[in-house]
């Protein structure tokens, strides 16, 4: 039973990766089931067992991307007595990983090409990418108010207004390394901005 779990969710994601090709290279009205199974060797059965049509999967790349690693970012963000946690370290992982990973260089191309999608799905992939930032102010919002009961963050601070500065900064980073926008230098400058958080949040800053 183990086996056959691992195997079926091994299938699923192939078909994902198939999906997620064709998807970022050609019109979404032109892709077709067939087309996403014979690229990997699949049956056209293979694929309904996993999902109900295209358009589902379409949706299912965009959640699990949206999905992202969110327990390993808070774990960084505890780990660290700094006022910003190791934010920095996971910042500069992230950036790394959409620069040199082929998989988010498809789902930029993906997005880019969302204007060909049919009203509904653009509508719900709206709706996903809302709720993951929605998920990320509030998580963010959380390590600010932990980190302030413990004394590592001036409690005169606004935990939902940093929240979502620091988020929108993030993801405008993430959204401008997609699209190959971002200087390379760009990691070791950022420095300069976590070590100006870092003095902006501390409790020093408060006295």
């Not at 060797?41 to 949706?59: E, M, T, V």
């Not at 946690?85 to 910042?91: A, D, F, N, P, Q």
């Amino acid at each position: 039973m183990r086996r056959t779990k691992e195997e079926a969710m091994r299938t699923r994601m192939s078909i994902m990766e198939s999906a997620l090709d064709i998807f970022s290279e050609k019109n979404f009205a032109n892709a077709s089931v067939s087309e996403i199974t014979a690229r990997i060797g699949l049956s056209k059965g293979a694929f309904y067992w996993h999902f109900k049509n295209k358009q589902d999967i379409l949706i299912k790349i965009i959640e699990e991307f949206c999905a992202g690693d969110c327990d390993k970012y808070m774990g960084l963000c505890e780990a660290s007595p700094e006022a910003v946690g190791s934010l920095r370290g996971y910042v500069k992982e992230v950036l790394e990983r959409l620069r040199s990973e082929e998989r988010w260089k498809k789902l930029h191309e993906l997005m880019i090409r969302r204007h060909e999608w049919p009203q509904d799905i653009r509508e719900r992939v709206d709706e996903i990418l809302h709720e993951a930032r929605t998920r990320d102010i509030k998580q963010m919002e959380t390590y600010i108010v932990t980190r302030q009961k413990a004394g590592k963050i001036r409690k005169s601070l606004s935990a939902h207004k940093a929240a979502v500065l620091l988020v929108s900064i993030f993801h405008g980073f993430g959204i401008s390394q997609l699209a190959g926008a971002l200087p390379d230098e760009l990691p070791e400058s950022l420095d300069i901005l976590f070590d100006a958080l870092t003095k902006e949040f501390s409790v020093k800053s408060e006295a």
